[in-house]
């Protein structure tokens, strides 16, 4: 299994403003994503980090408004850019463990980051 | 494309057992994921079938049917801790196991 810790766990924020999360896993990890998960809704793919290099975002998310960095195989950060009450959210870290884990794509979470945009 | 189904919300008593039902429609099929996720809280891992049949873990059960395309979870002697939002999700076209589609999850009321 993976240990996945987030902060902030949560925060209100101004319009206009950017926020940046923190994702640490306990564990060396192949996998890291970034979820959003908006109230009443199914958890959204935002796009996978990838260590070393540009993040692969999925349809409808783009850089600038979503920057993501994974400087080692352990963590990562989302950067949420200009926010807007659109934005208001939880923000889920997740990634895949080790193991069985690793080939069935189980995956593990990060307690998640509530924002509020005002 | 992918697209999967589940009732919104459920209700049940404690003690009881309650069977939550999944369908999904995929190009390809690499197996089907149950999670767990309390409100407030983060999702967690219950089930993994990519066989046909019934698995047993305590007093949760998942099952699946390929040529269905259906899955359910069963939970049995119900207890309030049980009361959240239980999400099926299945891997896309490609087999790509790490990018999991997910349902809209079925939000379980357990009451006394």
Not at chain 1, 55 to 70: L, M, W
Not at chain 1, 98 to 105: C, F, H, K, P, Q
Request: charged share 15%.
């Amino acid at each position: 299994s993976a240990v996945i810790s987030q902060k902030p766990s949560r925060d209100i924020c101004q319009r206009g403003t950017s926020l940046t999360i923190q994702c640490q896993v306990d564990s060396q990890v192949t996998m890291m994503f970034w979820y959003r998960q908006q109230p009443g809704q199914s958890l959204t793919l935002i796009a996978t980090a990838n260590q070393g290099s540009e993040a692969t975002y999925e349809s409808g998310f783009v850089i600038d408004k979503f920057p993501i960095s994974r400087p080692n195989l352990t963590f990562s950060t989302l950067t949420v850019s200009n926010m807007s009450p659109e934005d208001s959210s939880i923000y889920l870290c997740s990634a895949t463990g080790s193991g069985r884990a690793r080939y069935t794509g189980e995956l593990f979470f990060g307690e998640g980051s509530r924002l509020t945009v005002l | 494309g992918q697209n999967i189904d589940q009732p919104t919300e459920m209700t049940a008593t404690e003690g009881a057992i309650v069977q939550i039902n999944c369908t999904y429609q995929t190009s390809g099929f690499n197996g089907l994921f149950w999670y767990q996720q309390h409100a407030g809280e983060a999702p967690t891992f219950l089930s993994y079938n990519v066989l046909d049949g019934l698995e047993e873990k305590g007093r949760f059960s998942s099952f699946l049917s390929r040529s269905k395309g259906y899955s359910y979870l069963l939970l049995k002697e119900l207890q309030m801790k049980d009361s959240a939002s239980y999400l099926c999700a299945v891997p896309p076209r490609g087999g790509n196991n790490r990018k999991l589609i997910w349902g809209l999850g079925t939000s379980l009321a357990v009451n006394p």
